[in-house]
């Protein structure tokens, strides 16, 4: 290429002071006569090696970036994979725990109701007794009643010793048993 200033003259020199390329003419009478230069040439190989070094550097930085990427993008696999397994682990215990306690809710659950059972049937038991006993009561009542409407003294002392009788008998009868209210 040719200087702006001198158009016979070919641009083969660099000024260092300026940074900028010039031909030799503006070095000896020009704008860089007091500047320190150096051959075209020389600064540019110096230049394309520093430029080329920079951009294997630059290379260099991004492949490590890259690999760095990489990596954590496999951590970011692990963690999520550990992450699922864990899950799976733990929802697996829990589900063997809810099979457990489902087992034993139904032990239980069988067991309340065998109590209930034994409970019912008992206190219908009872139920049953008083009942016959009410009935026994209420008849000897009945009779008692009657006898003492009986207009004959002779009639009523021939049954009133006996009705006592039943009746002194009747009340020492061992109480009958009553449930806990709790059961």
């Not at 496999?74 to 099979?99: G, P």
């Not at 026994?136 to 004959?152: G, R």
């Not at 009523?156 to 009868?173: G, P, W």
Request: hydrophobic share 30%; with cysteine; aromatic share 4%.
């Amino acid at each position: 290429r040719s200087s702006d200033l001198h158009e016979d003259e070919k641009i083969n020199i660099y000024c260092l002071s300026c940074e900028t390329p010039t031909c030799s003419m503006c070095k000896v009478f020009g704008a860089h006569k007091n500047c320190e230069v150096a051959p075209l040439a020389s600064v540019y190989k110096r230049q394309k090696t520093e430029l080329s070094d920079g951009i294997a550097m630059m290379v260099a930085g991004n492949d490590r970036i890259q690999a760095i990427i990489s990596q954590m993008e496999e951590i970011c696999k692990t963690i999520e994979e550990n992450s699922r397994r864990q899950k799976q682990h733990l929802s697996q215990r829990f589900d063997s725990l809810y099979a457990i306690l489902e087992e034993r809710k139904k032990e239980l659950l069988q067991v309340i109701a065998r109590e209930q059972d034994e409970k019912l049937q008992h206190v219908r038991a009872l139920i049953r007794q008083h009942g016959d006993h009410l009935e026994v009561t209420s008849k000897l009542v009945e009779t008692a009643i009657q006898s003492m409407e009986e207009p004959q003294m002779a009639a009523f002392l021939q049954h009133a010793k006996e009705l006592n009788k039943k009746i002194t008998d009747t009340s020492k009868e061992p109480p009958i048993e009553r449930p806990d209210r709790k059961s």
